[in-house]
Nanobody, 122 residues
């Protein structure tokens, strides 16, 4: 069993910063990639940022230059540093991880966290 636990969301004024964290735990053999998605009310869930096991990153255009994704392999944790936040960044942010487990048999699949609310408002 694998769990992803997110933290760091909250209310922030426009122009402010937040740092999201997502820690994976459980029967993990390897984490192949991790990412952050977000879903605003009435909109589809979208990819915000993604990082591979080798450290390659990609971002959706609207957050380039403002958000930075990073990971700590030893802690099975991914971070999203969000700067210069805008009201349109308001959404529930979800962590996603591509994980290989080995017990009882090797299985590779995606896992989701429970989501953390980010609200950007004055």
């Amino acid at each position: 069993q694998v769990q992803l636990v997110e933290s760091g969301g909250g209310l922030v004024q426009p122009g402010g910063s937040l740092r999201l964290s997502c820690a994976a735990s459980g029967n993990i053999f390897s984490i192949n990639a991790m990412g952050w998605y977000r879903q605003a009310p009435g909109k589809q869930r979208e990819l915000v940022a993604h990082i591979t096991s080798g450290g390659s990153t990609n971002y959706t255009d609207s957050v380039k230059g403002r958000f930075t994704i990073s990971r700590d392999g030893a802690k099975n944790t991914v971070y999203l540093q969000m700067n210069s936040l805008k009201p349109e960044d308001t959404a529930v942010y979800y962590c996603n991880a591509d994980i290989t487990t080995v017990l009882p048999t090797p299985i590779r699949k995606g896992y989701w966290g429970q989501g953390t609310q980010v609200t950007v408002s004055s």
